[in-house]
């Protein structure tokens, strides 16, 4: 297939989450020698980004205490982005200190899902976001910004999509270079998917934008479909769907990257991804945490023998 | 791409036949008679209830007299039943039935592992069902399955799928289900088979049969509305493994179909809460987790 000819870009970029948003959100904590092997595994798949882990206080975030040993740890790969989140300046301090070159900051476009979530309302949070994104750009260092809640709120439940427009243009003209759209809670569709971006698209050029799609609902990929149909060309996603939902006992949450790569695949357009490999880092992660995939290209591929 | 939508689609619901005959537990004929019954509640316009196939093959489908006979059946919705020959159909009207279906496929290989002969001797004997059917006024649908790829041949042609989708429109088939068997399928080869049919078979006359062994399932139904097709099929908590690939998921889930038309502010006229019950019940019957996402997922502060 042509992708230009239906008018899907030619390449998109695929944000690899896994070991951060991923593992934060398993049950079991993983060791730090097994979250250094996995992100190397990514790094020889052909991603070109891999969210690594999170430099925010280990009371809070226990899976993620050893953020300065794993961000020490892992092989560099050259051409591939090692992101990492920082909510506030002493965590972004910590992970420079640490070998840091891309951070990350997280809003949301809920009041009461920024209350919950770091106990502070949403102008507060964009008040700590914009120390960081100030020292960042002293030290040429490229901040990523993620709004939640995107497409609805646990707390709240129907969010306006001007509401995800205005806190997405507060973080990009702070200086955020991309703009993760993401749908905490998995409960958008196709609608709704639309509806946001049509309103984000006013205020944030398209090649600014990604889409971070959870897969709760089972929308994810008609969603993420939706997404690159308008023009998105960065998706998120975690490497056997790894990371349920905080928010629905049981239920899942990341899309996996292996379905959304076969379904990249499927449309011609290129991620400069190895589908196998992938599955093979999805396979490792997944022995080692004692789990089933929440992937469906792995779970397939693997059960007929076929790729 | 993200043009107008369908402003209504028809969901065909294929759990308690298609479902349950690619379940491991068999269920008991009062519980297959209490899913229909259950799914006759929600609104669904469709139930594709049994197979008159001999219970030698399908030893899942071998009560289905009983089952034809002992739903309720409720003015306005139709139950189809599957009639893969003359013998089947004759058995099926005596049942009670009042719509049937025949199970074409788009790959040679695939016809003949799955009913011993050709496409061709196939389709002399959906023939001799399509007579007796207009004979005795009943509606027949017609299924075509590997559109988007065949556990043994591989990929699968558009024309192919053009081709027979054509002979089984022109035999009287009042609609074709386009059946992606064992969900290989993508947004793209969807988008490229459907164009193909559709210059063949007006695309009022088409549905999409999804399944959801890649995850790939409600992209490729996105895709399929986007282009005027307002028929699905799907399957009630996701019933129904695929055969091919052990431990996989098969059918598409009605409840996330139904969430994803909702959110696209599509009507359907189903129920999702009766549906996620239905789900409910039946998965309780046969002792496994749902296969919907829907159902899985309850936000609970």
Same mark, same amino acid.
């Given at each position: 297939?042509?992708?230009q000819?239906?008018?899907?870009?030619?390449?998109?970029?695929?944000?690899?989450?896994?070991?951060?948003?991923?593992?934060?959100?398993?049950?079991?904590?993983?060791?730090?020698?097994?979250?250094?092997?996995?992100?190397n595994?990514l790094?020889?798949t052909?991603?070109?980004?891999?969210?690594?882990t999170?430099?925010v206080?280990?009371?809070?975030?226990?899976q993620?205490?050893?953020?300065?040993?794993?961000?020490?740890?892992?092989?560099?790969?050259?051409?591939?982005?090692?992101?990492?989140?920082?909510?506030?300046?002493?965590?972004?301090?910590?992970a420079?200190?640490?070998g840091?070159?891309?951070?990350?900051?997280?809003?949301?476009?809920?009041?009461?899902?920024?209350?919950?979530?770091?106990?502070c309302?949403i102008?507060?949070?964009?008040?700590?976001?914009?120390?960081?994104t100030?020292?960042?750009?002293?030290?040429?260092?490229?901040?990523?910004g993620?709004?939640?809640?995107?497409l609805?709120?646990p707390? #709240?439940?129907?969010?306006?999509?001007d509401?995800?427009?205005?806190?997405?243009?507060?973080?990009?003209s702070?200086g955020?270079? #991309?703009?993760?759209?993401?749908?905490?809670?998995?409960v958008?569709t196709?609608?709704?998917?639309?509806?946001?971006?049509?309103?984000?698209m006013?205020?944030i050029?398209?090649?600014?934008?990604?889409?971070?799609?959870?897969?709760t609902?089972?929308?994810?990929?008609?969603?993420?479909l939706?997404a690159?149909?308008?023009g998105?060309?960065?998706?998120?996603?975690?490497?056997?769907?790894l990371?349920?939902?905080?928010?629905?006992?049981?239920?899942?949450?990341?899309?996996?990257?292996?379905?959304?790569i076969?379904?990249?695949?499927?449309?011609?357009i290129?991620?400069?991804?190895n589908?196998?490999?992938?599955?093979?880092?999805?396979?490792?992660?997944?022995?080692?945490?004692?789990?089933?995939t929440n992937?469906?290209?792995?779970?397939?591929?693997f059960?007929?023998?076929?790729? | 791409?993200?043009?107008?939508y369908p402003?209504r689609?028809?969901?065909v619901?294929v759990g308690?036949?298609?479902?349950?005959?690619?379940?491991?537990?068999?269920?008991?004929?009062?519980?297959?008679?209490n899913?229909?019954?259950?799914?006759?509640?929600t609104?669904?316009?469709?139930?594709?209830?049994?197979?008159?196939?001999?219970?030698k093959?399908?030893?899942?489908?071998?009560?289905?007299?009983?089952?034809?006979?002992?739903?309720?059946?409720?003015?306005g919705?139709?139950?189809?039943?599957?009639?893969?020959?003359?013998?089947?159909?004759?058995?099926?009207?005596?049942?009670g039935?009042? #719509?049937v279906?025949?199970?074409?496929a788009?790959?040679?290989?695939f016809?003949?592992?799955?009913i011993?002969?050709?496409?061709e001797?196939?389709?002399?004997r959906?023939?001799?069902?399509m007579?007796?059917a207009?004979?005795?006024?009943?509606p027949?649908?017609?299924?075509?399955?590997?559109?988007?790829?065949?556990p043994?041949?591989?990929?699968?042609?558009?024309?192919k799928?053009?081709?027979?989708s054509?002979?089984?429109?022109?035999?009287?088939c009042? #609609?074709?289900?386009?059946?992606?068997?064992?969900?290989?399928?993508?947004p793209?080869?969807m988008?490229?088979?459907?164009?193909?049919?559709?210059?063949?078979v007006?695309?009022?006359?088409?549905a999409?049969?999804?399944?959801?062994?890649?995850g790939?399932?409600?992209?490729?139904?996105l895709?399929a509305?986007q282009?005027g097709?307002s028929?699905?099929?799907?399957?009630?908590?996701?019933?129904?493994?695929c055969?091919?690939?052990?431990?996989?998921?098969?059918?598409?889930?009605?409840?996330?179909?139904v969430?994803?038309?909702?959110?696209?502010g599509i009507?359907?006229?189903?129920?999702?809460?009766?549906?996620?019950?239905?789900?409910?019940?039946?998965?309780?019957?046969?002792?496994r987790?749902?296969?919907s996402?829907?159902?899985q997922?309850?936000?609970?502060?």
């Amino acid at each position: 297939q042509e992708p230009q000819a239906s008018g899907l870009p030619e390449f998109i970029k695929i944000v690899e989450v896994g070991p951060r948003d991923g593992l934060q959100n398993e049950k079991v904590i993983v060791p730090t020698d097994i979250k250094i092997e996995l992100i190397n595994q990514l790094s020889k798949t052909g991603l070109p980004a891999i969210e690594v882990t999170s430099f925010v206080s280990s009371k809070w975030v226990p899976q993620m205490a050893d953020h300065k040993e794993v961000m020490r740890g892992i092989e560099r790969h050259p051409g591939v982005q090692y992101p990492v989140l920082t909510p506030n300046l002493q965590g972004f301090h910590s992970a420079i200190a640490a070998g840091a070159t891309e951070v990350s900051v997280f809003g949301a476009a809920s009041e009461s899902f920024s209350k919950m979530n770091i106990n502070c309302s949403i102008e507060e949070s964009i008040e700590k976001f914009e120390e960081v994104t100030t020292s960042a750009r002293n030290m040429n260092i490229p901040v990523r910004g993620y709004v939640s809640c995107a497409l609805g709120c646990p707390y #709240e439940g129907n969010i306006v999509p001007d509401k995800v427009a205005e806190v997405s243009k507060r973080l990009y003209s702070m200086g955020c270079y #991309e703009i993760s759209l993401g749908d905490t809670i998995g409960v958008g569709t196709p609608g709704s998917m639309k509806k946001m971006l049509e309103a984000v698209m006013k205020e944030i050029p398209l090649s600014a934008l990604a889409v971070h799609c959870h897969d709760t609902y089972g929308q994810a990929l008609a969603n993420i479909l939706t997404a690159i149909q308008m023009g998105v060309a960065v998706v998120d996603s975690s490497v056997a769907g790894l990371g349920g939902c905080p928010y629905a006992k049981g239920a899942t949450g990341n899309v996996a990257t292996e379905d959304v790569i076969y379904m990249l695949n499927g449309l011609g357009i290129n991620t400069g991804v190895n589908l196998y490999a992938v599955m093979e880092a999805g396979n490792f992660i997944c022995t080692a945490l004692n789990k089933k995939t929440n992937s469906k290209v792995a779970q397939a591929s693997f059960n007929t023998g076929t790729i | 791409a993200t043009g107008a939508y369908p402003k209504r689609v028809k969901v065909v619901e294929v759990g308690p036949r298609d479902g349950l005959q690619n379940e491991k537990n068999v269920v008991p004929t009062p519980v297959k008679i209490n899913l229909i019954n259950m799914l006759s509640e929600t609104g669904l316009q469709v139930i594709e209830a049994t197979s008159f196939v001999s219970p030698k093959w399908v030893p899942q489908m071998a009560d289905h007299t009983e089952v034809m006979q002992g739903i309720n059946k409720l003015p306005g919705i139709s139950y189809p039943v599957l009639t893969p020959n003359l013998k089947g159909f004759q058995a099926a009207v005596a049942a009670g039935a009042k #719509e049937v279906s025949i199970f074409g496929a788009a790959s040679e290989l695939f016809t003949k592992k799955n009913i011993n002969c050709s496409i061709e001797e196939s389709l002399e004997r959906f023939d001799e069902v399509m007579k007796a059917a207009r004979a005795a006024s009943i509606p027949v649908r017609g299924y075509v399955s590997c559109v988007l790829g065949c556990p043994y041949e591989g990929k699968i042609s558009a024309a192919k799928v053009a081709e027979v989708s054509k002979k089984m429109y022109s035999m009287g088939c009042y #609609e074709i289900s386009l059946g992606d068997t064992i969900g290989v399928g993508t947004p793209g080869s969807m988008k490229e088979m459907l164009t193909v049919v559709m210059k063949e078979v007006p695309v009022g006359a088409l549905a999409v049969h999804c399944h959801d062994t890649y995850g790939q399932a409600l992209a490729n139904i996105l895709v399929a509305l986007q282009m005027g097709v307002s028929v699905v099929d799907s399957s009630v908590a996701g019933l129904g493994g695929c055969p091919y690939a052990q431990g996989a998921s098969g059918n598409v889930a009605t409840e996330d179909l139904v969430y994803m038309l909702n959110g696209l502010g599509i009507h359907t006229g189903v129920d999702l809460q009766k549906l996620m019950d239905t789900g409910t019940f039946i998965c309780n019957a046969l002792n496994r987790r749902t296969n919907s996402k829907v159902s899985q997922a309850s936000c609970r502060l």
